[in-house]
């Protein structure tokens, strides 16, 4: 008889026309146990209607239904029900539905995620406008209230008001080009530059900001010599720029902030590290989510739209590149990223 562990409805079948049979056969000679060549039909013709009886018994009762969660379930594999209907063990099936079972989990786990992710972002994106909405709106209400008789107080409105329209916009400008890059419709314009130049400029613009908070930016030059790369200049510089900015941000106070290459003869590596308070490890998957901040409250205090490292992501991805990640807490972060080196003719 088959395994109880490992049933097979051909094996099955096949054994229970049998004993069905030899039954037969023994009833029919009970009082005459010579073989003969009728009481063998006889059995025989039995054996083959049972085995037809049982195994059409078992596709309709058990395989049909199978086949049904097959289609229920959009399986690609009627061929492999077609085959195996009658000679195919429970096994198979089990092991099909099982993986089948543990994928669509999978599945429903990760679009559990993007809803929640959803969520957040819809509330985020709200939040983000409705703050500098909102400000506009208490200023414009002071100054229609009476302020506007005030010359210094209409002048104060007037620029907080300003400050709130420019992160209003900025906000709205960042939107915009990441639902460009997330569409693949914003198209690089792909040229060769130099890199330590692009980077000795943006340092140059952000020292004051870095001086506010005494911290140091150390532009570890170890290439005396131009390094041309192949990409879109002021996409990178973008990226340069979120990246540096952040890690001023997110530095300690009286710290550094070093930017160093890693060059070989085909790429070029571009880090940027700080020892401020560093990142969770649990933060580390969803740092490059849109509006998603390690620290909601000094992050929105230091400004932003809190897109700059979801757009810094979608930047090296549409150069094909990779960025990379590596923080302690309480002793920093880098962040790294790489580029193709132009070709020398």
Known sequence: MPSENNFNPYKFSLFSS?????????????????????????????FVLSFLIIQLRLRKLFFERV????????FESDSLIQTSVIDSDMNS????????????????ES??????????????????LKTPLFAIEGYISNLLDGAMDDKELLKKYLKRAEKSV???????????????LESSTLKLQITSFDIVKLTEEIIEDLEI???????KIIFNK???NEILVDADRNRIEQVLTNLITN?????????????????????????????????????????????FRVDVSRSRSQGGSGLGLAIVKHIIDAHNENIYVQSTVGIGSEFSFSLKKSKVL
């Open 67 to 74: 086949r049904q969660i097959y289609k229920d379930l959009e």
């Open 18 to 46: 049998f004993y069905i049979s030899i039954g037969t056969y023994f009833v029919i000679n009970y009082n005459d146990l010579t073989i003969s060549l009728k009481s063998f039909l006889v059995s025989f013709i039995i």
């Open 111 to 128: 679009l559990k995620k993007e809803d929640l992710y959803r969520k957040e972002f819809v509330g985020n994106v709200a939040h983000e």
């Open 247 to 291: 890690s001023i941000n997110y530095g300690a106070e009286k710290g550094t902030t070093e930017i160093s290459f890693e060059s070989d003869e085909e790429n070029i590596m571009i880090k940027v590290n700080d020892n401020g308070e560093g990142i969770n490890e649990e933060n580390m998957p969803r740092l490059f989510q849109r509006f």
């Open 166 to 180: 420019d992160r209003l916009t900025y906000i709205i400008k960042d939107l915009d080009l990441i639902t460009q």
């Open 93 to 108: 099936f089990a092991k099909d539905l099982e993986e089948f079972v543990k994928l669509k989990r999978s599945e429903i």
């Open 222 to 224: 170890i290439y005396e």
């Open 209 to 215: 900001s870095a001086s506010k908070k005494n911290i």
